[in-house]
């Protein structure tokens, strides 16, 4: 575990996809928060991110939105599997 976040091994199962291409931070966060929005409650968004700054600013805004970073997986492009929150 590193940093409070399981290990990567097998990646969660995605029921969306979002590949941000090199959007970085606020365009970033606004492109997931959209997606996120599309979900129902526990699924999970697998979001790929080429932007270095996303590796500290997507778990932070999960802590801040309450939604879950199930997986980061830190690649050249990073894999995030986050989980939406219950109400």
């Keep these: 575990m590193t940093d409070g976040l399981p290990a990567p091994g097998d990646p969660p ?8 291409g ?3 931070c606020g365009e970033l966060l606004a492109l997931l928060h959209i ?3 599309a979900l129902r409650e526990e699924q999970v968004l697998h979001l790929v991110g080429y932007d270095r700054g996303a590796l ?6 999960c802590r801040m939105t309450g939604h ?3 997986s980061l997986v830190d690649e050249r492009p990073a894999h995030f599997y986050i989980q939406k929150r219950r109400r």
């Design 13 to 20: 199962l995605a029921h969306r996809h979002l590949d941000a």
């Design 22 to 24: 090199q959007s970085a």
């Design 35 to 37: 997606q996120m929005r």
């Design 56 to 61: 500290q600013d997507i778990p932070a805004w």
């Design 68 to 70: 879950r970073l199930l």
